[in-house]
């Protein structure tokens, strides 16, 4: 029995030894020479192979995470490869530089305004061919508008001025304290058009002869109301009446929201929207975008439009002058031009808007603005005598923007109204503060036209 105890001991620890081959189990583990065998380590040529193999997959486990990022930045990489080449050879125009290039001479011409240079009271340029650029603007008129803007350090502001007669612009300046950038193109770009809409809502009911502007139109509510649902008369009396000349000075949201559902209707309302420039190439000498309205699809919708109160209806400050100025030039809308050579450029009419008679009622109703309207104080001292010994033709608008963000001051005008020399219009943009509105602007820009 100590024998066999003995043997068996021995085989157990034999047959577990680090130095030890294992056959000494061979007896009590058939098959076990195989299973040994396999788990031998290897020797020689097969040990190295073993150690390169193993070597080669830890720099490829290593390597991994290192090729994933490789593969996310390689666009990147290959981007600023592309670049660095491209900086060793002759630059050629980027696609995003071509479409930045200007696409005609009024646009070449705005982008030099800034570092054009005074020649008595007018400014010239050189453009890129070398060509000597003589502007329309008149340079006194000019400098004073932008200096009256920089000193009250408005947000955005922007100011375009036009002989109605001609379309010669006058006056083409823009500032913005927040965003200089934005000044570059303020004169092209859309923002909402507010109660100068007004304008075309009165002309579409004066061109059908559905109104004069004797025309009294009774309403219910606050006269600046901005909920059509409030708008009708009430069949039971006791109504706010106001004629259509006094509503437009003072902008009466109710007579003018009713004006375009109840009087000129939508198709009329449209069809001068259209005739006014809308949705369409209109300024094609000019890089300002196409001003829009889209159609109301109810009746609520066509009472906010023709009051003012769509904040998608958009114009470009140049196309509202330009609109100014044919109202001034008896309905003939006139192409804008900013400069002219080194002589008078003949003047091209665009198209007409309203008919001669729709034009000097729309200056009638237009003068109640200043006299007695939104624009009454920027134009009296403080014992209501006029600042300005001219007739003025004018409209206002206000609303609240997004794109800038503020409170949005438009004023239209020309003036003399009976014959008219200048039509302006002016945009501010106020934001937490406010700074000036937009008629303090037209006012600076008269007194100086008429007084120098």
């Not at 490869?81 to 200007?102: H, I, N, Y």
């Not at 913005?176 to 923002?191: C, G, I, K, T």
């Not at 809308?333 to 450029?345: E, I, K, N, Q, R």
């Amino acid at each position: 029995m100590q024998d066999l105890k003995h043997l068996s001991k021995k085989k157990r620890l034999s047959g577990l030894g680090f130095s030890g081959t294992g056959y000494s189990n061979k007896r009590l583990m058939p098959g076990c020479e195989k299973v040994s065998r396999s788990l031998r380590l290897p020797t020689g040529k097969r040990r190295e192979r073993l150690k390169h193999l193993l070597l080669f997959l830890a720099v490829v486990l290593a390597l991994t995470p290192v090729c994933l990022l490789a593969l996310q930045k390689a666009p990147h990489a290959a981007r600023g490869v592309t670049e660095w080449f491209g900086s060793r050879s002759d630059p050629l125009p980027k696609v995003a530089d071509r479409v930045k290039e200007p696409r005609g001479s009024f646009e070449t011409a705005s982008l030099l305004l800034d570092s054009a240079r005074a020649e008595g009271d007018r400014l010239t340029a050189t453009a890129p061919t070398g060509e000597t650029l003589h502007y329309t603007i008149q340079g006194d008129l000019q400098q004073r508008v932008h200096a009256f803007m920089a000193g009250y350090q408005v947000p955005y502001g922007v100011f375009v001025a036009i002989e109605p007669s001609t379309g010669r612009i006058l006056a083409m300046t823009s500032h913005s304290s927040v965003d200089p950038e934005w000044a570059r193109h303020a004169f092209f770009d859309l923002y909402p058009m507010a109660s100068l809409f007004k304008i075309i809502t009165a002309s579409a009911a004066l061109e059908t002869r559905r109104i004069t502007p004797q025309t009294v139109v009774e309403f219910r509510g606050n006269a600046y109301s901005e909920n059509p649902r409030y708008w009708d008369a009430s069949p039971r009396g006791k109504n706010n009446r106001m004629d259509v000349t006094h509503a437009m000075g003072k902008s009466i949201n109710p007579v003018y929201g009713r004006i375009a559902s109840d009087i000129a209707g939508k198709e009329s309302v449209m069809a001068l929207v259209s005739r006014f420039g809308f949705n369409q190439a209109l300024l094609t000498d000019t890089p300002a975008k196409e001003s829009s309205a889209g159609e109301p699809q109810s009746d609520h919708g066509l009472r906010l439009m023709g009051a003012g109160l769509d904040h998608e209806v958009k114009i470009s400050p140049l196309h509202a002058a330009v609109i100014m100025a044919a109202i001034a030039n008896g309905g003939r809308m006139m192409s804008p031009v900013l400069t002219d050579g080194s002589g008078a450029t003949t003047p091209r009419e665009l198209r007409r808007l309203v008919s001669p008679e729709t034009a000097a009622d729309l200056t009638r109703m237009l003068s109640s603005t200043v006299t007695s309207g939104t624009s009454r104080r920027a134009f009296h001292d403080r014992r209501g005598r006029p600042r300005l010994d001219v007739e003025i033709a004018a409209k206002t608008g206000s609303i609240n923007g997004a794109d800038p963000k503020g409170h949005y001051s438009w004023f239209a005008a020309f003036a003399p109204a009976r014959s008219p020399r200048i039509a302006l219009v002016a945009l501010v943009i106020n934001q937490d503060k406010w700074k000036i509105k937009a008629s303090q602007v037209g006012e600076r820009a008269l007194q100086e036209f008429f007084e120098r």
